[in-house]
């Protein structure tokens, strides 16, 4: 009965009346930087997860080539929740890093409203590779300073220099466990995306194109 | 937890990786139309798992979370039961990036959170 849900409690994630707008929000950065820990301590209910295929839709080949026989590698995605009222939804979803899963960051990230790069300070280059693919999409996004306990605190123009970020790129502190500081961390982030479309020509184009 | 499928998900769609029509983004909205009743023939359990989750209205990444299969299944499943028309999708608003004002009633939600 795998499938027999018609009566099942939860009625999460689904919507009475007109379908929502719905917007998403990507999390990025580094293996094990805190990207699931950020998405759990916003969302309404507990991250959920779905996969991709490698062998799915979007694959490259050369992704495949030297693993043949190995048949099915699935990447797990976790994703959270957050309803803002009836008609409206924030989707936020952690971007798998490793390298071998980026043919599915062009599938989530188009039309993303923004994304936050988490980077801890410690391994600053682990977020490089995040920061190069939103810049180079037009996407906008934050650096979310994941302050693990133990670390010493670098400046915020430190920072700026190491990654090489443009002035405008807003910089914040955030530890991914409070509620408080990852929605302040979101809301840097849209206003930023406001801020953006409102300095951007007559027709600004829509983060994810092209 | 079951035994666990004894259907590889990709045998679920005959072996298809891509969806017919257009693409499907991973927040696009899916309802099954109302009093629609489908002919079973050439429908999998898991189609009729799709059209019951989704009475209401329901993400794509809800949907496969929901049901536990990869999102390039789930669009596969959706594709079809478009392609019979048993539900609508809503694709989220890409001019919705420049709309201010969706983007401050946004922002205004998340400082409440």
Redesign the interface.
């Known amino acids: 009965m795998a499938y027999d849900d018609s009566d099942a409690p939860g009625t999460a994630g689904r919507h009475r009346g007109p379908a929502p707008v719905a917007v998403k929000i990507l999390i990025a950065g580094g293996f094990g930087v805190g990207k699931t820990t950020l998405v759990g301590a916003l969302t309404e209910i507990q991250p959920l997860r779905t996969e991709e295929d490698l062998s799915g839709p979007g694959a490259s080949i050369d992704v495949i080539v030297g693993v043949e026989n190995k048949r099915t590698t699935t990447v797990a995605m976790d994703f959270g929740r957050i309803s803002i009222s009836d008609g409206l939804v924030v989707y936020l979803f952690g971007m798998p890093g490793q390298e071998r899963f980026w043919f599915m960051w062009d599938d989530l990230s188009h039309g993303t409203l923004g994304a936050v790069v988490l980077a801890d300070v410690r391994r600053l280059a682990d977020c490089f590779p995040a920061i190069d693919y939103f810049e180079r999409r037009e996407t906008p996004f934050v650096v979310a300073l994941n302050n693990f306990p133990g670390t010493i605190r670098r400046g915020v123009d430190e920072v700026r220099k190491a990654l090489d970020l443009d002035a405008h790129v807003p910089i914040v502190d955030c530890d991914a466990r409070e509620r408080g500081s990852c929605r302040d961390t979101l809301v840097t982030l849209v206003d930023h995306t406001i801020a953006l479309a409102g300095a951007g020509s007559r027709e600004p184009s829509p983060a994810g194109r092209g | 937890m079951?035994p666990g499928?004894v259907v590889?998900?990709?045998a679920l769609v005959r072996g298809r990786?891509?969806?017919t029509g257009d693409a499907l983004?991973?927040?696009?909205?899916v309802?099954s139309v109302p009093g629609g009743s489908p002919d079973p023939v050439g429908l999998e359990?898991?189609h009729?798992?799709v059209l019951?989750?989704?009475?209401?209205?329901?993400?794509v990444?809800?949907l496969?979370?929901?049901?536990?299969l990869?999102?390039?299944?789930i669009?596969i499943l959706l594709g079809d039961l478009r392609d019979r028309g048993l539900i609508?999708i809503?694709p989220?608003?890409?001019?919705?990036?420049?709309d201010?004002r969706?983007?401050?009633?946004?922002?205004d939600?998340?400082?409440r959170?």
């Open positions: 079951g499928p590889r998900p990709y990786t891509r969806p983004d991973v927040i696009s909205m309802s359990p898991e009729l798992a019951r989750r989704c009475g209401l209205a329901m993400s990444a809800d496969a979370s929901a049901l536990d990869p999102l390039g299944v669009r609508t809503y989220p608003r890409a001019e919705g990036l420049a201010i969706l983007l401050r009633e946004v922002a939600g998340l400082r959170l």
